[in-house]
């Protein structure tokens, strides 16, 4: 499948994933949408890729949702509005969950504006880098609708519940200093290497085993809505797996012959 609106690029086993419609601030259209899941699908399959970079092209990450989709949707005839709306928030969720699941480390590289569901699309990687002009608004109260890509679940997470709600509440615009200060950035970065810059961390990320780190990601993800049992219930079949992992059996024969004691010399 050739892409439109997606640049998927890897070298290095990183994978970069780039929102490709520059002229529309990477506005996220259905066809768009079509195109990110089977990228998104395409790298979480492939086991050669170890980490995965996410930004946009030209000077936004994403606008959010393309209002044209918007238009359309409120011109459809009144009995398919509710079914319509349903079918496409199904799509938007697959996406986002998609990015959150990942079997490997995602980061999001934030060149520029990250409005609405680009925000969302942020919080569901990872980690977020950002440069200089990156900014964040949550500005579905502008449209009259709620957080559908995952920013009700993400941000209180990353900022607490009574800040996350005055950032939805008034959808006002976060610039990358505070947003950094308040955990939605974990790293400021220029924006002429902000690319680089991620590829170097999720390099990083992503250099060790993968099967630990897939496994690791998926009971964290968890975590705060585990007990303390369940986590460890996770965690032990989790390691039972990673006992036979490749990984795990050359790392440990690895470091018995680096240990072991070295030959004495012969005797003549």
């Known amino acids: 499948m050739s892409f439109t609106f997606i640049d998927l690029r890897v070298e290095a086993a990183i994978a970069t994933i780039t929102l490709n419609r520059p002229d529309k601030r990477n506005a996220m259209s259905d066809a768009m949408r079509t195109e990110f899941i089977e990228a998104l699908e395409r790298v979480a399959a492939d086991k050669a890729i170890k980490a995965l970079v996410l930004t946009g092209a030209g000077k936004g990450f994403c606008a959010g949702g393309d209002i044209s989709g918007m238009e359309k949707r409120m011109n459809a005839p009144a009995g398919e509005v ?49 440069s200089e002009w990156a900014n964040f608004t949550w500005s579905y109260i502008h449209r009259g609708i ?20 005055e950032l939805i509440f008034t959808g006002r615009k976060v610039d990358v200093d505070e947003a950094l200060k308040l955990g939605i950035v974990d790293r400021k970065t220029a924006g002429d290497t902000l690319l680089g810059d991620a590829q170097a961390w999720a390099a990083e990320l992503g250099k ?39 990984e795990h059996r050359e790392s440990v024969m690895a470091f018995l012959a680096k240990s072991a004691p070295a030959p004495a010399a012969a005797k003549e």
């Open 146 to 165: 709620v957080p559908d890509g995952g920013g009700m679940y993400f941000l209180p997470r990353r900022v607490g519940l009574a800040k996350a709600k």
């Open 208 to 246: 060790g085993s993968s099967t630990a780190l897939a496994l690791t990601k998926t009971i964290l993800n968890q975590s705060f809505e585990l007990s303390s049992h369940d986590v460890f219930a996770q965690g032990s079949q989790a390691q039972g797996v990673c006992y036979t992992s490749t």
């Open 82 to 130: 509710g079914f319509n709306g349903w079918h496409r928030q199904q799509r938007v969720h697959h996406t986002q969950a998609l990015l959150h699941t990942m079997p490997k480390p995602v980061i999001a590289a934030v060149n520029g504006a990250a409005s609405g569901l680009g925000a969302d699309t942020a919080l569901a990687c990872d980690f977020i880098i950002a």
